[in-house]
């Protein structure tokens, strides 16, 4: 069975940083893409950040470009997303995901419907 665990979420003020973290479990985590998302409320979830499984190839939405960095750690089979100059904006439930499939070494998937296997949430506020 797949589980993503997501933690490292809390109230920040805006300017502060945070670093999220997923830890997989029930699949071989270096053969999979790892998706971070977010959904604040009224709002679609959207792909945040995600990093291939093998090249390091990562994706970032273009609001946080420069601002988040996405990692990964096979050996603790974790990933981890690190946010830097927090926004009011940037407030949302943060989701980590992983496709169905083993991906290919630098597929960095996107869209919430290429993901089959999705984490709780944490939640992420930041004060203005």
């Known amino acids: 069975e797949v589980q993503l665990v997501e933690s490292g979420g809390g109230l920040v003020q805006a300017g502060g940083s945070l670093r999220l973290s997923c830890a997989a479990s029930?699949?071989?985590?270096?053969?999979?893409?790892i998706g971070w998302f977010r959904q604040a409320p009224g709002k679609e979830r959207e792909g945040v950040s995600c990093?291939?499984?093998?090249?390091?190839?990562?994706y970032y939405l273009d609001s946080v470009k420069g601002r988040f960095t996405i990692s990964r750690d096979n050996a603790k089979n974790t990933v981890y997303l690190q946010m830097k100059n927090l926004k009011p904006e940037d407030a949302a439930v943060y989701y980590c995901?992983?496709?169905?499939?083993?991906?290919?070494?630098?597929?960095?998937?996107?869209?919430?419907?290429?993901?089959?296997?999705w984490g709780q949430g944490t939640q992420v506020t930041v004060s203005s």
């Open positions: 029930g699949v071989y985590f270096e053969d999979y893409a």
């Open positions: 995901a992983t496709p169905l499939s083993r991906s290919s070494a630098d597929y960095t998937p996107h869209q919430a419907y290429e993901y089959a296997y």
């Open positions: 990093i291939s499984s093998s090249d390091g190839s990562a």
